[in-house]
């Protein structure tokens, strides 16, 4: 038997696109099955236990992620120069599959955070080939722009300072003299594109925007994936 039924997700993502309601089938003394939702939440990676009761469906127990994950990370630039590039694992590479699933915001905050710790700001942006810009002194984003009717990009050219092929669908960027101290290649790399950039020597916040719930890489209007601003100045310097 299936019936139409609206769905409390208790803070779970797991509809792919927006919906009142889901189609449940249920049978007497059976879990119910739930049709048109995802096999696991898109933000925390739990498999959902449902539960019918007061004529709707509900998620047993609650998502720790109900507002997504926005991931904030540091990166060490003594040397003052960025190496920006969709693809740095020549030098800095985790597992991908040790935790949650890719797939979900809690899958990519882990890889972002575990790159971080190699030395790498690694974000997932999707296929967008986004652009690293200059916000303001010392900070800066990593966003893609759109068009207008004439062709004029919503985020002026002069302020990009690297342009990202995103064949991996993400952007990595490290301290350009650490990522050659552990044997990163100078000019010709075996992984793709580079740009070096110039900056401030110091400590580089990077937060994520592609975790947060809502988050729409598709939008009609820049879509910014990270804010990045110097924290602290170099020891070194």
Same mark, same amino acid.
């Not at 002194?137 to 002069?158: F, G, M, Q, R, W």
């Not at 552990?182 to 070096?196: E, M, P, Q």
């Given at each position: ?7 409390n ?8 696109? $927006? %919906?009142?309601?889901v ?11 739930? %049709?048109g /939702? ?7 990676d ?5 539960v019918i009761r ?5 998620? #047993? @127990? ?16 003594? =040397?003052?120069?960025?190496? /920006? =590039? ?7 590479? /985790? @597992?991908?599959?040790a935790?949650? $699933?890719? &797939?979900?915001?809690?899958? #990519?905050? #882990? ?9 790498? %700001?690694?974000?997932?942006?999707? &296929? $967008?080939c986004?652009?690293?810009?200059r916000?303001?002194?010392? =900070? ?9 009717? &004439?062709?004029?990009? $919503? ?6 300072? %690297? ?22 290649? =100078?000019?010709t790399?075996?992984?793709g ?9 110091g400590?580089y ?33």
């Amino acid at each position: 038997m299936s019936v139409r039924m609206s769905l409390n997700a208790n803070g779970h993502d797991l509809l792919p696109r $927006s %919906a009142d309601d889901v189609v449940v089938f249920a049978e007497p003394g059976e879990a119910p099955l739930v %049709a048109g /939702v995802h096999w696991s939440c898109a933000a925390c990676d739990q498999r959902p236990t449902y539960v019918i009761r007061d004529g709707a469906v509900h998620v #047993q @127990d609650p998502c720790p992620y109900p507002m997504g994950i926005t991931t904030e990370i540091t990166l060490d630039v003594p =040397s003052g120069k960025l190496i /920006v =590039s969709d693809d740095l694992r020549d030098v800095y590479d /985790v @597992d991908f599959d040790a935790g949650a $699933s890719y &797939n979900t915001a809690l899958g #990519q905050a #882990q890889v972002v955070e575990a790159m971080a710790a190699l030395g790498c %700001a690694f974000g997932p942006v999707g &296929n $967008s080939c986004p652009g690293l810009y200059r916000e303001g002194e010392n =900070s800066y984003v990593i966003a893609s722009p759109v068009l207008d009717e &004439n062709d004029v990009p $919503s985020l002026p050219e002069k302020d990009r300072l %690297a342009h990202i092929v995103t064949d991996v669908w993400a952007y990595s960027i490290a301290d350009f003299e650490d990522w050659k101290s552990k044997g990163g290649a =100078s000019g010709t790399r075996l992984l793709g594109d580079y740009t070096v950039v110039d900056v401030a020597p110091g400590t580089y916040k990077f937060t994520l925007h592609s975790g947060e719930r809502g988050f729409d890489r598709y939008a009609a209007d820049t879509v910014v994936f990270a804010h990045i601003e110097r924290v602290a100045p170099s020891l070194e310097s």
